[in-house]
Nanobody
Framework: QLQLVESGGGLVQPGGSLRLSCTAS????????IGWFRQAPGKEREGVSC????????NYEDFVKGRFTISSDGAKSTVYLQMNNLKVEDTAVYYC????????????????????????WGQGTQVTVSS
């Protein structure tokens, strides 16, 4: 059973930066796709960015392109989400998730697939962007 733990959320002013971390309980090979999702109050959970287990492939939703960067450290079994130029509308609970669906299927629709395609979820970390 794969377990995921997020950290790094907090309160930041508009234009600021945060780095989220997602640490897995075991090494994530290319068997997995790791995605970051977010859910704002009253809204559905939406994909943000995703990365293949080896770190060789990445994808982003349009609304974070140029601002967010996803990366991984295989030795630490950790995936990062560097978030720059944060906006008030980025406020949400951010979740890390892992899927065993192949990369091509994941990115065929929305940039990082849909929640039903992900089998494992972390507990979430709150990101609040406010002045």
């Amino acid at each position: 059973q794969l377990q995921l733990v997020e950290s790094g959320g907090g309160l930041v002013q508009p234009g600021g930066s945060l780095r989220l971390s997602c640490t897995a309980s075991k090494f994530m090979s290319d068997r997995y796709v790791i995605g970051w999702f977010r859910q704002a109050p009253g809204k559905e959970r939406e994909g943000v960015s995703c990365i293949s287990g080896s770190g060789g492939r990445t994808n982003y939703e349009d609304f974070v392109k140029g601002r967010f960067t996803i990366s991984s450290d295989g030795a630490k079994s950790t995936v990062y989400l560097q978030m720059n130029n944060l906006k008030v509308e980025d406020t949400a609970v951010y979740y890390c998730a892992a899927s065993t669906v192949d990369w091509g299927t994941i990115v065929a629709g929305p940039a990082c697939g849909i929640t039903d395609e992900y089998d494992y979820w972390g507990q979430g970390t709150q990101v609040t962007v406010s002045s």
